[in-house]
């Protein structure tokens, strides 16, 4: 039996270990992919997608300018005061401007208690405002610990306003 040893762990190793392979780990892979090919013959074969309405490229509605002139403030004043929130500053700037259409960036400043916060940044998604929330970004000053837990928010909404 020790002169037959080294040819059964050849055996073993050409035959057996193969098929353990195959069982354990590759059957799974290889029967994926033949599914993955056989719904890629399937999509071919079926009629191209029409666009539906649903999945159609909404078009550009340029409103009125919110960013530019500050109206933006008096649209949510009301939000602001209920929640009492204060307004720290707001700076808008052009960002990049084409022939009568420009892309104005609006930084607002606002601090009062997270929460607060929160909820004036949730109703200001429901508006239906043509104006983007782009960036927001909370800022809390552990140094100040005499002051009331107030938090800093900045956001960053953008707008293409078109120019008259």
Partial sequence: MKQYGGILKLV????????VIWQAT??????????????QQQSRLSSPLQPSSASAVKET????????NGKIMQVM?????????????????VVR??????????TLTLTG??????????????????????S?????????RNTPKTVTCRIFLEQIEQQH
């Fill in 12 to 19: 073993c190793l050409l035959v057996v270990a193969p098929l």
């Fill in 26 to 39: 590759l059957k799974s892979t290889y029967g994926l992919h033949r599914e993955n090919v056989r719904l």
């Fill in 61 to 68: 509605v340029i409103s009125e300018p919110l960013l530019s």
């Fill in 77 to 93: 004043a009301e939000t602001l005061r209920t929640h009492e929130v204060s307004v720290m500053n707001y700076r808008p700037e």
């Fill in 97 to 106: 401007a084409e022939g009568q259409n420009s892309l104005y960036l609006g």
């Fill in 113 to 134: 208690r997270f929460r607060e916060l929160v909820k004036v940044l949730h109703e200001t998604e429901q508006m239906d405002l043509s104006v983007k929330i782009a």
């Fill in 136 to 144: 927001v970004n909370f800022e809390y000053d552990r140094t100040r």
